[in-house]
C-alpha cells in the first residue's frame, strides 16, 4: 500500500462522496492534507527535475477524471481504462519516467462510476468483446486500499458478458481482489525480472517472492493469470540469474492447473527517455550504449535503442527452451 508524505485533493473531488469520505479520514489521522484548485500547483515550487520527481513520487492526489474519450490501446486492447496515472514505484527504466514527463505525482479518481458509465457506453456502441488495460499509464494496486478502484472495475466487467478488464502490477497487496466473484472477465499480470534486476532497478516495489506469493493467490482465485518479464536485461550471469526465476516459477506453480500466459520484453530505450532517467537517477547503472544496441524506428515515428538481433536471438532461444518446459500449462504470447 502506499503511504504518500502528502495527500492533496483536488477541490472538485470534495464533490464525490469517495473524495469526502477520505478527506474526513485522513484529517482525522491527522495525516498531511492539502486541498487545491488544481493538481498542476502541487510542483510549482520545484525547480529542478530530480527534486521534482522524487516529490511527485510522495504525493497522491485525488482528482476527478473528466475525460471525455478513452485513448486507445493497441494491440493489448481497445482502450485504456484510467483509474491511476502515475506510480509510487520508482523504476529506474519506467516509460512514465518520460512519458509523465513533469507530472511525476500519482493521481487517482474518486469519480470511478463516472468512468465505468463510459466505459459501458464503449461496450454498448460496439457490440463485440472490448478490452480494457488497467494500467497504461500507473501500476493502480498500491492506491487500491484508498479508493477500491481496482475492485469496482472487477466487479462492473463482471456483469459485461462483452468487456474485459486487465492490468498489470509489481506488488503484491491483492488480498481485497481474492474474494470477488470476478467471473473470469478479468486478466491479471505480474510483472517479473530477476533478484538481480528486481533489486538494482526496481527501487519502492514488491520483492520477487512477495509477487509469487500473490500470483499464486490470484491464480488459485480463479483469475487469468499471466507474467510479463520484462524488461530483460543481458548481464554478466544473466542466464543463470534469470534461471533462478523459472526455478522459483516451477516451485511455486507445480500444482497449478490452469494456462499461464508470458510475454517477454527486452530492455529499449530512447534517447528522450535515457536523459530523463540520467536527470533523476544521476547515479543510474541502467545500462544503455548505443554502441552495443541497434537503432530501431518504433511505430510511433520515433526511434529507440533495442538489443542487437544476436542478442535477441540469445533471449528469444533462452526463454522459448524454459517457458515451453514449465512444470505447468503455459502460453507464450511473444517474446521480443
Ligand atoms: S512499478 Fe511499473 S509503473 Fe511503477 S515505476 Fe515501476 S515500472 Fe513504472
Known amino acids: 500500500m502506499f503511504v504518500p508524505k502528502r495527500y492533496v485533493f483536488e477541490k472538485r473531488a470534495l464533490d464525490y462522496p469517495i473524495g469526502q469520505k477520505l478527506y474526513k479520514q485522513l484529517t482525522k489521522e491527522k495525516k498531511n492534507v492539502i486541498v487545491l484548485k488544481s493538481s498542476r500547483a502541487v510542483l510549482e515550487k520545484m525547480t529542478s527535475i530530480e527534486e521534482k520527481f522524487h516529490y511527485g513520487k510522495e504525493t497522491l492526489i ?17 482502450y485504456q481504462i484510467p483509474l491511476v496515472t502515475g506510480c509510487m514505484g520508482r523504476c529506474e527504466y519506467c516509460y512514465l519516467n518520460t512519458q509523465l514527463g513533469d507530472k511525476p505525482y500519482i493521481r487517482t479518481y474518486v469519480n470511478i462510476e463516472e468512468i465505468l458509465d463510459k466505459a ?3 461496450i454498448d456502441e460496439r457490440e463485440e468483446m472490448t478490452i480494457f488495460e488497467g494500467a497504461a499509464t500507473s501500476d493502480p494496486l498500491p492506491v487500491e486500499p484508498y479508493t477500491h478502484g481496482l475492485e469496482k472495475v472487477i466487479r462492473f466487467f463482471a456483469s459485461e458478458p462483452l468487456g474485459r478488464f486487465r492490468f498489470v502490477t509489481k506488488y503484491h497487496n491483492v488480498e481485497p481482489l481474492l474474494n470477488i466473484d470476478h467471473k473470469n472477465h478479468t486478466d491479471i499480470r505480474f510483472s517479473l525480472n530477476s533478484d538481480y534486476v528486481i533489486n538494482q532497478y526496481e527501487h519502492y516495489t514488491s520483492r520477487l517472492n512477495q509477487r509469487l506469493e500473490a500470483a499464486k493467490k490470484i491464480g488459485d482465485s480463479g483469475y487469468q493469470l499471466g507474467f510479463l518479464i520484462a524488461p530483460v536485461f543481458l548481464y554478466e550471469g544473466w542466464e543463470e540469474s534469470y534461471q533462478k526465476l523459472i526455478d522459483k516459477l516451477n516451485q511455486t506453480f507445480k500444482d497449478f492447473k490452469d494456462k499461464i500466459t508470458f510475454e517477454v520484453i527486452s530492455h529499449r530505450y530512447t534517447i528522450k527517455a535515457k536523459k530523463r532517467i540520467q536527470d533523476v537517477f544521476p547515479q543510474t547503472k541502467l545500462p544503455m550504449e548505443e554502441e552495443s544496441r541497434k537503432f530501431k524506428y518504433g511505430q510511433f515515428g520515433y526511434g529507440k535503442y533495442i538489443y542487437k538481433p544476436e542478442d535477441i536471438d540469445r533471449i528469444k532461444s533462452f526463454f522459448s527452451k524454459y517457458l515451453s518446459n514449465m512444470a505447468f500449462q503455459t502460453e507464450i504470447k511473444y517474446i521480443i
Do not use: L, M, N
Not at 485525488?62 to 481497445?78: D, E, L, N, Q, Y
Open 62 to 78: 485525488f482528482g476527478v477524471k473528466s475525460s471525455k474519450k478513452f485513448i486507445t490501446c493497441r494491440p493489448s486492447a481497445h
Open 120 to 122: 459501458k457506453k464503449y
